[in-house]
């Protein structure tokens, strides 16, 4: 396992993986595939120097002939795969781009897997394909029962992965993580979204009553845990990975507030999403046997994601002034202009 292919590399996870990988493992040699599209970011890994141990290619995980042709030049043995469109408000505005890369893409991902006979590929997965948990916690043997076009379409690739393990024995490991916070995410997510706003003095737009609940991990975390399936997990198998930090998204809000000293004001109620979950929960007993613990509590998760949006303007505010600005106000204006 000395080159890995990690597909969607500029992306939130997929950045912060690749910075795990080169602390914990810098014997690996790393390539990063990415389409760049609107949350994939090169200044996630700006601090990264081209050479023998990490090269960067931009490009579609759905077209075979790149995919094969990076394999093939770099003589890649393990794919690790976070590409993917992957927010729920988005694919209600636009499912047909979730379907290309979570369902073709993965596709694509798998065929080379057992072509180039690779040692191992890992399909990173969501908490979100469980759908709605009311009470207790979701194992990995239960059923799937997805409510939006996104979570649909990432249940979708974690069929495909375990029937090409059954069908063909691809060496093909899931994880599914819980909500993930920290460095570098993409602010149209609720915690950067909110920190963001926060720091605009801008209102912070609730779904609802505010009472959808959810895991925070830190993104560390979440990584180290993607490095244990990697390394010691089973092929054929799921691993959930989450931290058991459930909280509402008024708790997350007030919270946030808190810790930049603004005004509980801040928050306004929108009118709900379509479909909208009302509670993740994940048991992790399956990963933590095999050594894996959380190191972060939520409200240090919390803390030191909130801390580095306020020392890294430079990173968020012009992606807030870019495309970001026209979703954001198709997304939420009229709501909030309405008062929820």
Same mark, same amino acid.
């Given at each position: 396992?000395r080159?890995?292919?990690?597909?969607? &590399?500029?992306?939130?996870?997929?950045?912060?993986f690749? *910075?795990?990988?080169r602390?914990?493992?810098?014997?690996?040699?790393?390539?990063? #595939?990415?389409?760049?599209? !609107?949350?994939?970011?090169?200044?996630?890994?700006?601090?990264?120097?081209?050479?023998?141990? !990490?090269?960067?290619?931009?490009g579609?995980?759905?077209?075979?002939a790149?995919v094969?042709?990076?394999?093939?030049?770099h003589?890649i043995?393990?794919?690790?795969?976070?590409?993917a469109?992957?927010?729920?408000?988005?694919?209600? $505005?636009?499912?047909?781009?979730f379907?290309?890369?979570?369902?073709?893409?993965?596709?694509?991902?798998l %065929?080379?897997t057992r072509?180039w006979k690779?040692?191992?590929?890992?399909?990173v997965?969501?908490? %979100?394909?469980y759908?709605?948990?009311?009470?207790? *916690?979701?194992?990995?043997?239960?059923? #799937?029962a997805?409510?939006?076009? !996104?979570?649909?379409?990432?249940?979708?690739?974690?069929l #495909?992965?375990?029937a090409y393990?059954?069908?063909y024995?691809?060496p093909?490991?899931?994880?599914?993580?819980?909500?993930t916070?920290?460095?570098?995410?993409y602010?149209?997510k609720v915690?950067?979204?909110?920190?963001?706003?926060?720091?605009e003095?801008?209102? $912070?737009?609730?779904?609802g009553?505010?009472?959808?609940?959810?895991? +925070?991990?830190?993104?560390?975390d *979440?990584?180290?845990?993607?490095?244990t399936?990697l *390394?010691?997990?089973?092929?054929?198998? /799921? +691993?959930?990975?989450?931290?058991?930090?459930?909280?509402n998204?008024v708790?997350?809000?007030?919270?946030?507030?808190?810790?930049?000293?603004?005004?509980?004001?801040?928050?306004?109620?929108?009118?709900?999403?379509?479909?909208?979950?009302?509670?993740? /929960?994940?048991?992790?007993?399956?990963l933590? /046997?095999?050594?894996?613990?959380p190191?972060?509590?939520?409200?240090?998760?919390?803390?030191?994601?909130?801390?580095? +949006?306020?020392e890294?303007?430079?990173?968020?505010?012009?992606?807030?002034? &870019?495309?970001?600005?026209?979703?954001?106000?198709?997304?939420?204006?009229?709501?909030?202009?309405?008062?929820?």
């Amino acid at each position: 396992m000395r080159k890995l292919l990690i597909t969607g &590399g500029a992306g939130f996870i997929g950045s912060n993986f690749v *910075h795990y990988l080169r602390r914990h493992h810098p014997d690996y040699g790393v390539v990063v #595939l990415d389409k760049l599209t !609107y949350a994939g970011n090169l200044d996630n890994l700006k601090d990264l120097a081209e050479g023998p141990h !990490y090269q960067f290619v931009r490009g579609d995980i759905a077209d075979a002939a790149l995919v094969d042709e990076v394999i093939a030049r770099h003589q890649i043995n393990v794919i690790v795969n976070f590409a993917a469109e992957t927010h729920v408000d988005r694919s209600i $505005l636009d499912p047909g781009a979730f379907i290309r890369t979570d369902v073709e893409g993965t596709y694509t991902l798998l %065929e080379a897997t057992r072509k180039w006979k690779l040692e191992r590929m890992v399909q990173v997965s969501t908490d %979100e394909v469980y759908g709605t948990v009311p009470e207790g *916690h979701a194992t990995e043997e239960d059923k #799937l029962a997805p409510r939006s076009p !996104y979570s649909a379409s990432k249940a979708s690739g974690d069929l #495909l992965a375990l029937a090409y393990h059954t069908t063909y024995g691809t060496p093909v490991l899931l994880t599914r993580g819980a909500n993930t916070i920290g460095p570098c995410q993409y602010p149209e997510k609720v915690v950067p979204l909110f920190v963001t706003n926060a720091l605009e003095d801008q209102p $912070l737009p609730i779904y609802g009553e505010g009472k959808a609940v959810r895991d +925070y991990i830190h993104v560390d975390d *979440h990584c180290a845990g993607i490095a244990t399936v990697l *390394h010691q997990g089973e092929p054929g198998r /799921a +691993y959930n990975i989450g931290a058991g930090n459930e909280v509402n998204t008024v708790q997350l809000a007030t919270a946030i507030l808190d810790l930049l000293g603004k005004p509980h004001s801040l928050i306004s109620f929108v009118a709900d999403r379509p479909g909208h979950d009302m509670r993740y /929960a994940l048991d992790t007993t399956r990963l933590r /046997a095999l050594g894996w613990e959380p190191r972060y509590s939520f409200a240090e998760a919390l803390a030191h994601t909130v801390a580095w +949006y306020r020392e890294n303007e430079w990173w968020w505010r012009k992606l807030k002034s &870019g495309e970001f600005r026209e979703y954001y106000r198709k997304q939420y204006a009229r709501p909030l202009a309405e008062g929820g």
